[in-house]
């Protein structure tokens, strides 16, 4: 169940730094369309990826595994820094 976890945290890991570039970089989304701003969601779905990367930590089975789930730790830790920085600066922007 652990090993299965670290390969979906990995996954939704990359998904999460695809709709980053795609809500951050396109400006055709907006609050309007889903009642808050997509920057927000992508947080909380990275956070949430941020937590079973590290519950997949217990089903590490060899190296692949090891090299996976750092990095998905690494990459949703420094994406969830990104966006709580973006989205702090642009709500004091307001």
Same mark, same amino acid.
């Given at each position: 169940?652990?090993?299965?976890? =670290?390969?979906?945290?990995?996954?939704?890991?990359?998904?999460?730094?695809?709709?980053?570039?795609?809500?951050?970089?396109?400006?055709?989304?907006?609050?309007?369309?889903?009642?808050?701003?997509?920057? =927000?969601?992508?947080?909380?779905?990275?956070?949430?990826?941020?937590?079973?990367?590290?519950? /997949?930590?217990?089903?590490?089975? =060899?190296?692949?595994?090891?090299?996976?789930?750092?990095?998905?730790?690494?990459?949703?830790? /420094?994406?969830?820094?990104?966006?709580?920085?973006?989205?702090?600066? /642009?709500?004091?922007? =307001?």
């Amino acid at each position: 169940m652990k090993e299965k976890m =670290n390969i979906w945290s990995f996954g939704l890991s990359i998904i999460c730094l695809l709709l980053f570039f795609i809500f951050a970089f396109s400006g055709l989304f907006d609050d309007s369309i889903m009642g808050t701003h997509p920057l =927000n969601i992508v947080l909380s779905i990275s956070l949430l990826t941020f937590f079973l990367g590290v519950v /997949g930590l217990g089903g590490i089975r =060899n190296g692949r595994g090891m090299a996976r789930s750092m990095a998905t730790i690494i990459l949703t830790a /420094g994406l969830l820094l990104m966006l709580s920085t973006i989205i702090f600066f /642009g709500r004091l922007a =307001n």
